[in-house]
């Protein structure tokens, strides 16, 4: 099966995913455009990150059906591995092997020719500034170049898909703008697709083209960030907010679609465990 340039990045229909009797995903319908940056937003335990370890073709697909440029991720999973980089919320780096040595691991893993490792290894770093911080160990890094060297991980294989779980999570304001940088410089230099999962309304709000809030394993809610902030707008001043009213947040958006997001799911409490280890590791 050749790639379909022509397909979607992304496409989900249909797709459910259950941990016992709790539905993690319940008939998600997704898709994502080739070349945009797509957020995928909610709260914990929404079913975010058990949609990306389907796409991924981490977690098999029992129902429904998921595709990647044309390719079907329960089908031709090596067809789908080969176009994706994944940066997990849990941290990936070896603390023991220098940057470009965790690089260069990631280069082997994904099959990079070997005449055009090191050259694809430097460019991967070099694209998320770690050129002089290459030969260090990783665990000298602060948490901003941890995940910034994640990032070159990821990179090293040219994807055309970037998927990046909590990709700033833990990390200082500065940190976070640094990472986002680069993946706007390098998805601006390749045209690559990302979709990203936050718990940062500010970074969906500046970063994507479009968002989908996902809530109790489906899509609430879906499009341009300015679209669904001014359809929030509008009901609020059908409801009678004075027309004076400032233009509600995304977070606001946010609160309306997941609500206080306390759901009483079994997947809840790994996902705050989860998030948790991984704030502490790169705070």
């Known amino acids: 099966m050749t790639t379909d340039s022509t397909a979607d990045a992304v496409a989900c229909t249909g797709l459910a995913y259950a941990f016992g009797d709790t539905k993690a995903v319940d008939g998600l319908d997704l898709t994502v455009r080739e070349g945009e940056v797509f957020g995928l937003l909610g709260p914990n335990g929404a079913g975010k990150t058990t949609a990306i370890r389907c796409v991924t073709t981490l977690l098999p697909v029992p129902s429904g059906m998921v595709r990647v440029f044309g390719h079907d991720a329960a089908g031709d999973r090596m067809a789908v591995r080969r176009l994706l980089g994944y940066v997990p919320q849990q941290l990936s780096a070896d603390s023991g092997l220098t940057g470009r040595e965790n690089v260069s691991l990631f280069a082997r893993v994904f099959d990079v020719p070997r005449r055009e490792r090191a050259a694809r290894v430097g460019q991967a770093l070099g694209a998320v500034g770690l050129t002089d911080a290459a030969d260090r160990l990783a665990g000298t890094y602060s948490g901003g170049m941890v995940r910034r060297l994640e990032l070159a991980q990821a990179l090293v294989s040219a994807p055309r898909l970037l998927i990046l779980d909590e990709p700033t999570i833990g990390l200082d304001p500065i940190a976070r703008t640094g990472v986002w940088e680069h993946i706007t410089a390098v998805r601006e230099a390749t045209g690559m697709t990302v979709l990203v999962t936050t718990h940062y309304m500010d970074e969906a709000d500046q970063y994507c083209d479009r968002v989908g809030l996902m809530h109790r394993g489906r899509i609430r809610a879906l499009g341009t960030p300015a679209e669904l902030r001014q359809g929030l707008g509008e009901r609020r001043r059908a409801e009678g907010a004075p027309a004076t009213a400032p233009l509600p947040t995304l977070e ?22 989860s998030t948790r280890r991984t704030a502490q590791r790169v705070g």
Do not use: N, P, T
Request: charged fraction near 40%; glycine fraction near 14%.
């Open 252 to 273: 606001d958006v946010f609160r309306e679609v997941a609500g206080s997001g306390l759901d009483e799911q079994a997947g809840d409490f790994r996902d705050v465990r």
